[in-house]
């Protein structure tokens, strides 16, 4: 079974800064999807970026960049110039590319907190 | 403006009452997830459904049930509220395909007394 490991439960980061959130994960799969969604306080849950896995290059969003690394199983994520709005909750999402589920495998979460 | 729609933000309802959390999307998507969120535990897959009438058991389907009569409609039953399903429940919605992203609701705070 798939699993999403997010290790770090808070991180906190001074405004303008750059802070990276790690996620690991396990799956015998070569082909599958990642994805980093953002839960502010509203709880809205908004996709921040995604990664396709047999492209090898890193997905980049704006301030937002990942870090994939295929055999390490890691999919890290990149806050650069950290803004206040950035506090969030943050999870990793896997989700296999093919078969009748679509469903994404959450990790835990880890809560950021912007410091002015 | 398309969205993923909650009927209830905040619910409280005692030990034993049948409860109905009802999810709408109006992006005519086919496949629509219930989530329950505790902390330390992220999100967990209750029941998912990829079309109309279909259902399938996600990673802690005991004590709900779900029903999907309408495409754009996915509703979650708690068929006897126990105060063990205390928690964020947040309902999403995605075309076919991996790469799509999931469009969530607003989520609905239930609480069990």
């Known amino acids: 079974a798939q699993t999403v490991t997010q290790s770090q439960p808070e991180m906190s980061v001074q405004e303008a800064e750059t802070v990276t959130l790690s996620c690991t994960y396990d799956t015998s799969e070569s082909d599958y999807y990642l994805f980093w969604y953002k839960q502010p306080p509203s709880r809205q849950m908004i996709l921040v970026i995604r990664?396709?896995?047999?492209?090898?290059q890193n997905a980049t969003e704006n301030r937002f960049s990942v870090n994939f690394q295929k055999a390490a199983k890691s999919f890290s994520l990149k806050i650069s110039d950290s803004q206040l709005g950035d506090a969030a909750m943050y999870f990793c999402?896997?989700?296999?590319?093919?078969?009748?589920?679509?469903?994404?495998?959450f990790g835990t979460g880890t809560l950021l907190a912007v410091q002015p | 403006d398309v969205k993923v729609t909650q009927s209830s933000r905040y619910l409280v309802k005692r030990t034993g009452e049948k409860v109905f959390l009802e999810c709408v999307q109006d992006?005519?998507?086919?496949?629509m997830f219930w989530y329950r969120q505790d902390p330390g535990l992220g999100l967990r897959l209750i029941y998912f459904?990829?079309?109309?009438?279909?259902?399938e058991k996600g990673d802690i389907p005991e004590g709900y049930s779900v029903s999907r009569e309408k495409k754009e409609r996915f509703s979650l039953i708690l068929e006897s509220a126990s105060t063990n399903q205390t928690s964020m429940y947040l309902c999403?919605?995605?075309?076919?395909?991996?790469?799509?992203?999931?469009?969530f609701g607003s989520g609905t705070q239930l609480s069990v007394l």
């Open positions: 999403a919605s995605s075309l076919d395909g991996g790469y799509e992203k999931l469009l």
């Open positions: 999402a896997y989700r296999r590319s093919r078969g009748a589920t679509n469903k994404l495998i």
């Open positions: 990664q396709e896995a047999y492209k090898q």
């Open positions: 992006m005519d998507h086919e496949n």
């Open positions: 459904s990829y079309d109309v009438k279909m259902k």
